[in-house]
């Protein structure tokens, strides 16, 4: 069963509409700017519906998690807690920590829609020279999603990341290719290199020929935004 109605869960419908015994919990607070603790009740009273459920649970959490702890938030504090709830129902749950997914995704919030709408249109924004993003395809999380979850002997938390994390001044210049415009920002000597573990996640890809290499960040934009 797939939980959800968004980007994941419409791409895990698109490419494993049975899912047989696992329960697949793609719904939930996806907005990590988010305050709201009705919208974080809401999603844990959903989880634990589902935890109650025969057979294993499956939950996307954040990357994110594993940063500093500067960057705590509500929205962490809560997959922390969501985490936490998953792993300890079920010896077989799963927990897959997930950076910035890319898709046809309407919401202008995400942050590849956000830059793109932003050099396109030439309205003027800052980003951090020090921070750095993954960026995943959906459709390429849910094949290696679906991998791990049929590997018997696979970690239960596990990051599904690309091999390279970049800056964001190296992801803003790659977007200024695949458009063929120039952005207008502003770069301030600000953040932290993302830390996420990328051999899980690198190992599964290879056993499905998916290229999570260096170029696989250029792929992506091109995909999704390539005229």
């Not at 396109?120 to 924004?125: C, D, E, H, I």
């Not at 921070?131 to 002997?153: G, K, Q, S, Y």
């Not at 990341?161 to 770069?187: K, N």
């Amino acid at each position: 069963m797939i939980h959800g109605t968004g980007l994941l869960a419409s791409a895990f419908r698109t490419q494993y509409p049975d899912t047989g015994h696992w329960t697949v919990f793609a719904r939930g607070v996806s907005n990590s700017a988010e305050t709201d603790a009705a919208a974080f009740d809401r999603e844990q009273a959903l989880l634990i519906s589902c935890l109650s459920e025969t057979g294993p649970v499956v939950y996307f959490s954040s990357c994110a998690l594993v940063n500093p702890p500067a960057f705590d938030t509500p929205y962490l504090a809560h997959k922390r807690r969501m985490e936490a709830l998953v792993l300890e129902a079920n010896a077989g749950n799963r927990v897959f920590r997930l950076p910035q997914v890319v898709g046809n995704a309407g919401n202008a919030n995400t942050l590849t829609n956000f830059l793109r709408d932003n050099i396109v249109s030439g309205t003027p924004f800052t980003i951090w020279g020090r921070a750095e993003r993954n960026l995943m395809d959906v459709d390429d999380v849910v094949a290696i999603a679906w991998n791990l979850m049929h590997t018997p002997d696979a970690q239960r938390v596990i990051d599904i990341v690309a091999e390279q994390s970049l800056p964001m001044p190296e992801i803003v210049a790659l977007f200024e290719r695949v458009l063929e415009c120039r952005g207008t920002y502003e770069v301030q000597d600000k953040g932290d290199p993302l830390q996420v573990k990328s051999r899980r996640a690198v190992e599964a890809a290879r056993r499905l020929g998916i290229d999570l290499g260096p170029a696989s960040t250029e792929r992506i934009l091109r995909k999704y935004y390539g005229n």
